[in-house]
């Protein structure tokens, strides 16, 4: 049994986005909190905007639930980055407990997977849930530094500048988080680096399959069924695995990457980052389903398990995803 059945239904009661300059003229642009002009936000490295970027999607989702930072109990965050420095170094702000998160582009919903059982254990009363990443930082340590000017080959992704954060708490007004099932890891034996939704895509109908499974839930529960980063390639791969299983989601599946970037722009297979399905949630998908434009929705980030050292070694990329089952 993967699936977690949160009892008393703990509810995510603020959050805040934030995303660079590319990602504000995209297609969710008007759902997020804070946009940039300049993707290094007053910073003098890529890193330390990154860094700042998520300190500051801490400090807004605090002050959006009308809250103080002594309120908090414990962030739990993640993103991309050697050691997780962004997530580190941005929580080093706050008093509170941390705990450091990484399933790659998966670390969001392994986020609120955490908090929400912490909160409905009953074990803590408020936990601070947020990813990240950056474009220029994430290409030079998983691929080639900006400066060669390396040709983007179809099925790569734009990694996603921007990021979000959610405050799950035991009482308050919010979306309510019913259960969550954890992902396993999945390799199919793709080694293109370039190629991450072929990497997630199994990973990704596996969870959703169990999840239907464990849930008894069908697709037609949902009025979304949101992938993290697969792309439009590995949306198609992750449609058609989970049709062999059974389970049409045609009607009901939108993929994070997809959303973030305008459809005429040269993002070949769109979005992809630990800031990517947090952005997107935090801003866009929370504000439906405030409004009750969208009563219940399946968020399911997806990760590719790789590192430059075990790319360079020859291995494949093992791919992990985690659902997560929220309510308006």
Known sequence: MRTVFFKNKPKIIATSSIAGPKESNGSIAGYIETTLDDDMYGENTFEKAETKMLFKVFEKTIQNAKLTPENVDVIIAGDLLNQIISATFASRNFSCGFLGAYNACATFTEALTLGATLVDGGYLNTVLCGTS????????????????????????????????????????????????????????????????????????????????????????????????????????????????????????????????????????????????????????????????????????????????????????????????????
């Open 133 to 328: 990443s950056h474009f220029s930082s994430a290409e030079r340590q998983y691929r080639y530094p900006l400066e060669l000017g390396c040709t983007r080959p179809p099925l790569s992704q734009w990694t996603v500048t921007g990021g979000g954060a959610s405050l799950i708490a035991k009482e308050g007004k919010g979306v309510k988080i019913i259960n969550a099932t954890v992902g396993k890891i999945v390799d199919f034996g793709v080694t293109d680096t370039n190629n991450m939704g072929a990497a997630m895509a199994p990973a990704a109908a596996d969870t959703l399959i169990t999840h239907f499974k464990e849930t008894g839930f069908t697709p037609d529960y949902y009025d979304l069924i949101v992938s993290g980063d697969l792309g439009a390639f590995g949306s198609r791969i992750f449609k058609d695995l989970v049709w062999e299983k059974g389970f049409d989601i045609e009607k009901q599946h939108v993929d994070c990457g997809e959303l973030v970037y305008n459809i005429c722009e040269q993002e070949y297979q769109g979005a992809s980052g630990a800031g990517c399905s947090s952005l997107v949630f935090n801003s866009y998908l929370y504000r439906k389903l405030l409004d009750g434009k969208l009563k219940r929705i399946l968020l399911m980030a997806t990760g590719a398990l790789l590192s430059s050292v075990s790319s360079q070694q020859g291995e494949s990329i093992p791919g992990i995803a985690h659902a997560v089952c929220l309510e308006s």
